[in-house]
């Protein structure tokens, strides 16, 4: 330990023992900074915030026995203290010396409290360092002085970028590996500014260090007298974050009605933006309706005014109807409201994106469902270029555009992150999958009108004395959808009614001619026969379709585009080994020897419905008992009109 | 208008996290154990929820064992402020008599905390439990979500665990499953005491120091809190001035030598003193890792 610390340290506890109030009130107008460290593998993350809470002086006598004996049994230092032991946590990490997710650490300096995220190096980990990234307003950015920047430098840094970060500090680290050479230090801090001139950083700073000699982190060092500026410490403490976000238009997103009793009627939330005051005119939106703040109630009395960050509860001089999901706003300056958007993603499951396939997106405080409906390019993060694709992979970067079942309140992630950002949860396993930030709405949403028609869907079904329906029979290939399907039909239409059957014969060779076989294009193909359906449900039909369909979210995404009573699932359940006995068109001989890839059943799954409307067991039964047992389960209410 | 402060915006961030829990989840319950963090953890739901009384019940998984101030303290608190407090003791352990004494301390938090948890939350249905938690506390810790889910059986899987940016929290789940939330995740120990001497948040007096009577065990001072505890040869009690950093099981947490009697006195030894908080605790003194391990286990 160096003079300096040591003066510091003294001084604290001198004030601390001394005047322990004064100590308090100090502690309490501390300024509070979150930032994130990242950088490649192996750079040096977890032995730099060992060092720091190890020099700020947060490591206890017991943690520090602790680490000194891991460091013996386990370290990397040859016995010697080994920092990173302090923040790699999980006994996984610690047995394979990596770190495998995000870990919070805090400390403190006089000037400032810190909360830190250190985050993983390693590539498949990268979206447990946006997860990171998202709450940090400085990145860190470790590089080794011996290896420079490399390909998950840029990765880490494109990302924290993305994700809104406008300070960088550089550490080039491991300087006492390349002798405190200054050319080195100069060399990457060049690289680095050449590849960071296509990002959006408003200050990048380069500081030359070692962390585990502690040279330029909370200390000078007298190793490199060549540089002049501040240590990590130092500029940490003196970078100046504060976005504005006070001034900006107010923007109350509304997370909870708080209704006691008939005499108050609240809404909470935490401020995204601006400043609020009692009597300032306001705007809820979707709705429009307007009104004044009557008060800012707290627990501890009503507050003159409130701003950005703040977690409160405003009163309204009008009785008008506000829930979660709704924003209030500046009366003036409002937000848009939009059902459809462009915006960045980062895919973060092994599951690729599927675009048409619904999901659960989850802004702030409303959770709708939506789609993709065109993802526009890949970022190869790397290069930072553009390439085409039809899915995104894990920790792929990709903008897209969105269709939302149901319009929300947003503002541009650049403007305000808050009204910008969203996640992406997997409908049926509940996972977050993706993370997303807005650029715009897209204007078509307003533009385009359903036409309401006098001649409607219940006047042509009426006209044929039937009730329109979709049955929509899935199964393995094989499994005898289109025979049964067929015989459904015939004997529909010997009753007059009238249908009209969709399969792959007729599907596959016009409309859907542009799909193959890979999940995104099964996805489509599946889209494209339940938008047609759908028009044909309009005109009064009953549909029949027979495709595989293998996946229960594009069926249920099916099922949710019509009303409900208009999608019947039938189950055409044939054993895999009855369909391969079959085989009419030779393709199970085909997937076996490997001439067919994705091949349902083989190389690519088939989910069984949880509750099929109609469950047919073909192991047991004719194709004709089959059609007769369907068109017994729709008889009462579908063909009886 | 000044900027906030750093507690204002621990404040801010754990009163959002509360609001998303009662806005979302059918029926949550939050996890009261007396201690300090949960005192601020209850006084900031007060702040998160008025004037509406909270939305959800209390709940004080008791293992019998707890100091008798600290049920002093909870039924007084709980009156004062007309709280639906549950509390839930495990009757097939007290059946079987276990105990710190006569089962040692890993059987007797398993059965008493950990298996009468789990039974707390089958037997209501609870879909999230709030608890007290801070991330400086312990490793594993450092690395958990603040809504940190959990499988049917209570299993907390640290390598799966969703990702969770900005504060918009995924809290979906499958029938049978839990979501545990950490209202308090990022704050320090220095955070809290300094958030109840500035809030003036009521906590048990066994943390301020005062004459008690103990015995010194395996190094460890022992509070004789009443007539259960077998007194071993040799041993008699000796009033001390002591306090106590963290309260459980009486028999389980060590008292410290201490003349602190006012905040200011506690949180100034506090920032003097050189040992952690846990380490009063018998239960992190097992293996490597032994937090972690518990919490798989469903340890909350």
Not at chain 1, 529 to 542: H, Q
Not at chain 2, 60 to 84: G, P, Q, S, Y
Not at chain 2, 183 to 202: A, C, F, G, R, V
Not at chain 2, 267 to 273: N, P, R, S
């Amino acid at each position: 330990m160096t003079e300096n610390s040591k003066t510091y340290e003294t001084a604290q506890s001198d004030l601390i023992a001394s005047d322990i109030d004064a100590y308090l009130t100090e502690q309490e107008h501390k300024s509070f900074l979150r930032f994130i460290t990242c950088g490649s593998v192996d750079d040096g993350k977890s032995t730099l915030i060992g060092r720091l809470l190890y020099d700020s002086k947060l490591i206890f006598e017991d943690q520090l026995a602790s680490l000194e004996d891991d460091s013996k049994k386990i370290g990397t230092q040859g016995g010697e203290i080994d920092f990173a032991l302090l923040v790699d946590g999980l006994a996984a990490e610690r047995e394979q010396g990596i770190t495998i997710d995000v870990a919070y650490r805090f400390f403190a300096t006089d000037k400032r409290k810190f909360i830190v995220a250190d985050t993983p190096g390693h590539e498949q980990y990268t979206r447990n360092m946006a997860t990171g990234a998202s709450s940090a307003d400085v990145a860190v950015i470790l590089i080794d002085a011996r290896r420079g920047v490399l390909t998950q430098t840029r990765r880490h840094s494109y990302i924290v970028n993305l994700l809104g970060i406008r300070h960088a500090v550089v550490a080039i680290n491991k300087m006492d590996l390349v002798d405190y050479d200054q050319e080195v230090f100069q060399a990457i801090e060049k690289e680095f500014r050449t590849f960071a001139e296509n990002l959006d950083f408003s200050s990048i700073h380069f500081i030359p260090m070692s962390a585990l000699k502690g040279d330029n982190i909370m200390d000078v060092g007298d190793h490199m007298n060549w540089y002049d500026g501040p240590t990590l410490m130092a500029h940490l403490e003196s970078i100046d974050v504060s976005h504005e976000r006070a001034a900006q238009p107010f923007r109350l997103p509304v997370q909870w009605v708080n209704r006691p009793n008939l005499d108050f009627r609240g809404f909470s939330g935490t401020i995204a933006a601006g400043t609020i005051k009692p009597g300032d005119p306001i705007i809820a939106l979707p709705s429009g309706k307007t009104s004044h703040v009557k008060a800012i109630a707290t627990y501890d009395g009503d507050l003159g005014q409130a701003m950005a960050d703040q977690a409160i509860t405003l009163t309204l001089t009008d009785e008008i109807d506000i829930s979660r999901g709704d924003v209030i706003s500046e009366f003036d300056k409002r937000p848009e409201v939009t059902d459809q958007f462009q915006a960045k993603i980062i895919w973060m499951h092994d599951q690729p994106l599927l675009p048409g396939r619904p999901y659960l997106i989850k802004t702030t405080n409303k959770t709708v469902t939506g789609e993709v409906t065109e993802l526009k390019y890949k970022v190869n993060v790397n290069s930072l270029e553009h390439e085409a694709g039809k899915t995104l992979e894990l920790n792929e970067v990709g903008l897209c555009n969105f269709n939302l079942d149901t319009p929300v309140v947003y503002e541009p992630y650049r403007d305000n992150a808050a009204l910008g950002a969203f996640i992406m949860i997997d409908k049926i396993t509940n996972v977050t999958v993706a993370a997303g930030m807005i650029d715009f709405g897209l204007r078509r949403a307003t533009n385009v009108h359903w036409q309401a028609v006098d001649v409607n869907k219940d006047v042509r079904a009426e006209q044929k004395r039937q009730k329109p329906v979709v049955l929509w029979f899935t199964g393995l290939s094989a499994s005898g959808k289109s025979t049964i399907a067929n015989l459904v039909e015939k004997k529909l239409h010997a009753r007059g009614k009238h249908t009209y059957l969709l399969d792959g014969d007729n599907v596959r060779h016009g409309l859907n001619r542009d799909l193959g076989f890979v999940d995104a294009d099964r996805v489509e193909n599946i889209r494209r026969v339940g938008e047609v359906a759908k028009l044909m449900i309009d005109a009064g039909l009953i549909v029949l379709t027979a495709f595989i369909s293998p996946f229960r979210a594009e069926r249920r995404m099916v099922r949710q585009m019509l009303e409900d009573h208009e999608f019947v699932e039938v189950f055409v359940d044939t054993p895999l080994e009855i369909c391969e006995q079959r085989d009419p068109k030779g393709l199970y001989k085909k997937a076996r020897s490997g001439e067919i890839k994705n091949f349902t059943g083989f190389d690519s799954p088939y989910e069984q419905p949880e509750r099929a409307d109609i469950h047919l067991h073909t192991g047991n039964m004719s194709a004709e008992d089959a059609a007769d047992a369907v068109i017994a389960k729709i008889e009462e209410q579908y063909l009886s009109t | 208008m000044t900027d906030l402060t750093h507690l204002q915006r621990l404040e801010a961030e754990s009163i959002h996290i509360m609001r998303e829990v009662a806005a979302t989840c059918d029926n949550p319950v939050m996890l009261y154990s007396i201690g300090k963090d949960s005192s601020v953890m209850l006084h900031l739901a007060m702040k998160a929820f008025h004037p509406s009384k909270l939305p959800f019940p209390l709940m004080h998984v008791d293992t019998t064992w707890k100091f008798r101030e600290m049920i002093a303290f909870r039924e007084k608190f709980v009156a004062d402020h007309d709280l639906n407090l549950l509390v839930h003791i495990n009757e097939q352990g007290v059946e079987q008599g276990i105990g710190p004494f006569s089962h040692g301390s890993a059987v007797h938090t398993d059965v008493m905390k950990t298996q009468g948890l789990k039974q707390a939350l089958d037997k209501y249905g609870f879909d999230a439990a709030f608890g007290g938690a801070r991330r400086d506390e312990e490793k594993s810790r450092a690395k958990e979500r603040i809504f940190s889910f959990r499988s049917a059986q209570h299993r907390w899987d640290p390598k799966n665990q969703r990702p969770e940016l900005w504060n918009i929290y995924n809290n979906r789940i499958s029938k049978g499953e839990s979501m545990r939330v950490f209202p308090l995740s990022n704050w320090t120990e220095l955070d809290i005491w300094q958030y109840i001497h500035l809030e003036n948040i009521p906590i048990v007096p066994l943390y301020f120091a005062a004459r008690r009577p103990v015995v010194e065990r395996d190094g460890m001072l022992v509070m004789v809190d009443d007539d259960r505890m077998p007194l071993l040869d040799g041993e008699e009690p000796e009033m001390k001035m002591v306090r106590f950093r963290t309260l459980g099981c009486y028999p389980l947490t060590g008292a410290v030598e201490s003349t602190a009697a006012t905040l200011p006195e506690i949180i100034q030894e506090m920032l003097l003193t050189r040992t952690s908080e846990r380490q009063g605790r018998a239960i992190d003194k097992d293996a490597h890792a032994s937090m972690e391990q518990k919490k798989q286990e469903g340890y909350f």
